[in-house]
């Protein structure tokens, strides 16, 4: 039995089922949703090698053809050229509006996929199958599609919800522990953001996760699907309350265009690195107590994540350059800084025009640890 999560959105609704075993039920699952028996599938080159063959055969034996496209691995495919190349081969494959594309992948695919989706003859539905921890609590569910830009991250894009979200937990299994840990920094943003309380459970259980522990696994998705839903609910477009998902994403974006969306710095480790960051500013404006940025660092730290500036190999630019790549960020409104910070851990806020001397002071005494 899947643990269902909807995300109530009126005409767009639709349900999160998470579970081991998903993918093998993947043609009960999809069925209700199918105006003819046939689908296209869009995933990665490591995804197709683990996945794929599992994921046609569940599809064959429920009588569903299918046809797959194979992307290259890695955040430079979330661009233009593998972006034609979709749009140009669902087109190829005659996907029409009645018809179901299927992204099988991390946030990559997810996030290209459901973007080529919203284009693709004004719309055509699909369904996310994240195979990343990172995906599976946070890309697939609420509707947030796009690439890059040589300007910035995921300048591009567009709101296209999914018709279903498929969470099968047993394919992290086969997730490097590296990409298992990256994911688990947007899993720590949730208790961070809204719930002390599942802060306390991760203190407890991350090491277990970490260990690929199947029932924590299936806790923390679930526990942290429901708050994704629950403020994607409140606000679908990111007028309010959504912009708290980007907590320690306004560092983290500086920081992966200065490692050039590299493997030296994956999404989800600028993330932890960011929420770190965030709470130190925090502290510095006298927002909460050293306490809360002293326990997070300690518990990135235990779990062997990546927690400063340091742990980022090779050389990062100066604060001042930090700062100006943040300038670019999406949340920047007027020229302003807008920040997500925190009076604790399970309290964070929207704040308006943080001054830049304090973030410039946070990131060199950051450089300099
Ligand atoms: N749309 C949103 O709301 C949202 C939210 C957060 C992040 N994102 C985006 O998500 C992306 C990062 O996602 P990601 O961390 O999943 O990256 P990813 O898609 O690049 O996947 C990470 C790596 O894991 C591999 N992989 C995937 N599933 C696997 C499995 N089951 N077994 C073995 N290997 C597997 C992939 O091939 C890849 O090499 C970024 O582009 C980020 O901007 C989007």
Known sequence: MANIVAVNLGARSYQVRIGPGLLGDISAQISPLLRRKRVAIVTDETVAAKHLPGVLQALAQGGIAASALT????????????????????????????????????GVVGDLV?????????????????????????????????INSTHGKNLIGAFHQPSLVLADTAVLDTL????LLAGYGEVVKYGLLGDAGFFDYLEAQG??????????????VTRSVQMKAGIVERDETEEGERALLNLGHTFCHALEQATGYSDRLLHGEGVAIGCALAFELSQRLGLCAQEAPSRLRAHLKSMGMKTDL?????????????LALMAQDKKVIDGKLRFILARGIGQAFVAEDVPPASVVQVLQDALRR
């Open 71 to 106: 992307l290259p691995v890695g955040e430079s495919t979330k661009a233009w050229p593998e972006f034609t190349r979709t749009v140009e081969w669902l087109l190829a494959e005659k996907i029409e509006r009645r018809d179901l594309v299927i992204a099988l992948g991390g």
């Open 176 to 179: 490097p522990p590296r990409d």
């Open 310 to 322: 340091c742990d980022i190999d090779g050389d990062l630019p100066g604060a001042e350059a930090l």
């Open 207 to 220: 090491p277990a996760l970490a260990r690929y522990d199947a029932d924590v696994i299936l806790n923390a």
């Open 114 to 146: 459901g973007f080529a989706c919203a284009v693709l003859r004004r719309g055509v539905r699909f369904v996310q199958v994240p195979t990343t921890l990172l995906a599976q609590v946070d890309s697939s569910v609420g509707g947030k599609t796009g």
